[in-house]
């Protein structure tokens, strides 16, 4: 039960982040400069609509996918894929990752040369789908923070209008752009994070302090920031 209701409220907690979120992209699209108030119900309302919009691209995927799957009888493997979870029942931590990755690995691979080259085609095509999934769920969570609609958000002409406005070789540009300052940042904390581990009982707990409330919501902010700029520029 305490399990239950702890899940409850991280999710609650989660869908008012995103909502912030959501608000610090919309003051950017309007052009203000400022760091927006926090409204719990404004921002939890926010939250719940992106959590809506991605759950209907994640089931686009997902149709896709299983379509894939029963077209080139990709199901057929699964029970080999999944060998190693079940064979395997090892708790993962930093002493042990590189043990219970590699089999894990190993056993994908062994799976993927047993496959048939219509699936290894059908899921490089959903690799690709999933990839310009995600540039419209950047659009649309821009569109969203703009109109507060989850039907604006989802609107093909619209995203498609944008998209087409930005320019799609500046989107990509945005995107790599962002993603090795993100990386560049977690790489940063993650050292930060394994020089407190090495003080005893303390350092640990201070260093996922610091990574929890400092260093993962400068780069939540950062990232809205950076997309209400991106669709600002268009």
């Known amino acids: 039960a305490l399990e239950f209701i702890t899940g409850i409220f991280m999710l609650l907690i989660s869908f008012t982040v995103e909502g912030y979120g959501i608000s610090v992209i919309k003051n950017t699209i309007e052009g203000s400069n400022t760091i927006p108030d926090f409204d719990w119900d404004r921002n939890f309302t926010s939250g ?45 931590s930093i002493a042990n990752m590189t043990s219970v990755a590699d089999p894990a690995i190993n056993t994908t691979i062994t799976v993927l040369h047993s496959a048939s080259p219509l699936l290894i085609i059908g899921l490089i095509i959903v690799m690709i789908l999933a990839i310009i999934a995600m540039f419209f769920m950047i659009i649309s969570t821009c569109r969203l923070a703009k109109t507060n609609s989850i039907k604006e958000a989802l609107s093909w002409r619209g995203i498609t209008g944008d ?14 752009l962002l993603v090795i300052v993100v990386a560049i940042l977690v790489l940063i904390a993650t050292i930060i994070l394994f020089a407190f581990a090495l003080i005893p009982v303390v350092g640990a707990i201070i260093g996922a302090i610091i990574f929890a409330f400092i260093f993962s919501p400068f780069i939540a902010l950062l990232s809205a920031r950076a997309m209400g700029l991106l669709y600002a520029s268009a």
């Open 48 to 92: 719940l609509k992106l959590f809506v919009v991605e759950i209907i691209y994640m089931i686009g995927i997902g149709i896709i996918f299983g379509i894939v799957l029963f077209i080139t009888k990709g199901f057929d493997l699964l029970p080999d894929l999944f060998k190693f979870n079940m064979n395997h029942n090892v708790p993962i």
């Open 163 to 176: 998209i087409k406005a930005i320019g799609i070789g500046r989107l990509i540009a945005w995107y790599i």
